[in-house]
């Protein structure tokens, strides 16, 4: 079971950030991802997160801009987003992976990821 936090409201130029923690059954991940969904778009890949190596992998749109990290201790991914534009309004998901899916190949394979939040709403004003 992923939850996700942390979204809001926000001007354009200021910063967010998310957090997705795991609970439930034991937690034992490869690796942890976030995604988003504009309106009437598809869900794009945002980052991605290896979760023993901490290598990461970012999309072009947000490269320079959004952080990804993770707190293994606490079971939870966090994505930090600065300096925020419109066009990064949307529900961002986390999700999961167990099957050691490099972060690289999220956006290809976003389909084998095992598991997936509920959303959290992000919106930026001009």
């Known amino acids: 079971n992923l939850v996700e936090s942390g979204g809001g409201l926000m001007q354009a130029g200021g910063s967010l950030r998310l957090s997705c923690t795991g609970s439930g059954r034991t937690f034992n991940v490869a690796g942890m991802g976030w995604f988003r969904r504009a309106p009437g778009k598809e869900r794009q890949f945002v980052a991605a997160?290896?979760?023993?190596?901490?290598?990461?992998s970012y999309a072009d749109s947000v490269q320079g801009r959004f952080t990804i990290s993770k707190d293994n201790a606490k079971n939870t991914v966090y994505l930090q987003m600065n300096s925020l534009k419109p066009e990064d309004t949307a529900v961002y998901y986390c999700?999961?992976?167990?099957?050691?899916?490099?972060?690289?190949?999220?956006?290809?394979?976003?389909?084998?990821?095992?598991?997936w939040g509920q959303g959290t709403q992000v919106t930026v004003s001009s």
């Open positions: 999700a999961a992976d167990e099957t050691g899916l490099e972060p690289r190949w999220y956006s290809k394979y976003s389909g084998l990821l095992d598991s």
């Open positions: 997160i290896n979760w023993s190596n901490g290598i990461t």
